[in-house]
Antibody, heavy 118, light 108 residues
Framework: QVQLVESGGGVVQPGRSLRLSCAASGFTFRTYGMHWVRQAPAGGLEWMTFISSDGSYKYYADSVEGRFTISRDNSKNELFLQINSLRPEDTALYFC???????????WGQGTLVTVSS | SYVLTQPPSVSVAPGKTASVTCVENYIGSRRVHWYQQKPGQAPVLVIYSNTDRPSGIPERFSGSNYGNTATLTISRVEAGDEADYYCQVWDSSRDLGVFGGGTKLTVL
């Protein structure tokens, strides 16, 4: 079955950087686009970024353009999110999500929590 | 970018029908997707492309999309349907995903 397992979250000071990872299994990772979606505490869902199956296309939400970088390693079935210049408002649960037909999200990981605090 | 407007909360008695709306000026021309999120869990896709159900989603869940309103309808509501529901579209003109603010469904 499809499994997406995020890691790399934690408590980090404002201005620092963090790299999130997502280990994928149960499907042919290299043939699927992937997304990161985040959810602030007691908040709604917010789409962050997308990467195409071969990594050639990357899209970002306006709010994180320039600070977030999505990447993938198809040889290891892994997805990454590099977050720089962290801000308190980046505090959220970050979900790794599989793309469905370029328009929706069909499988979600359980998320990794990022807390930005001094 | 699109702004998808959902009511913050909807309440329904068990066995009745619940409707969750998602409003945007031209939403009838877009493909709308719906997610269910129970407390402490990841979201689950329950309707995609306005009306289609993924494998494993009960037939009680259905969707429609006309004019400026997309609707998720849950028939014969059960206690286990209590959750937050989010609508979503893909903005293909700007290549980004958009979620509604979410609706908390309470089963009375």
């Amino acid at each position: 079955q499809v499994q997406l397992v995020e890691s790399g979250g934690g408590v980090v000071q404002p201005g620092r950087s963090l790299r999130l990872s997502c280990a994928a299994s149960g499907f042919t990772f290299r043939t699927y686009g992937m997304h990161w979606v985040r959810q602030a505490p007691a908040g709604g869902l917010e789409w962050m970024t997308f990467i195409s199956s071969d990594g050639s296309y990357k899209y970002y939400a306006d709010s994180v353009e320039g600070r977030f970088t999505i990447s993938r390693d198809n040889s290891k079935n892994e997805l990454f999110l590099q977050i720089n210049s962290l801000r308190p408002e980046d505090t959220a649960l970050y979900f790794c999500v599989r793309d469905r037909a370029g328009v929706s999200f069909d499988y979600w990981g359980q998320g990794t929590l990022v807390t930005v605090s001094s | 970018s699109y702004v998808l407007t959902q009511p913050p909360s909807v309440s329904v008695a068990p066995g009745k029908t619940a409707s969750v709306t998602c409003v945007e000026n031209y939403i009838g021309s877009r493909r709308v997707h719906w997610y269910q999120q129970k407390p402490g869990q990841a979201p689950v896709l329950v309707i995609y492309s306005n009306t289609d159900r993924p494998s494993g989603i009960p037939e009680r869940f259905s969707g429609s999309n006309y004019g400026n309103t997309a609707t998720l309808t849950i028939s014969r509501v059960e206690a286990g349907d209590e959750a937050d529901y989010y609508c979503q579209v893909w903005d293909s003109s700007r290549d980004l995903g958009v979620f509604g603010g979410g609706t908390k469904l309470t089963v009375l």
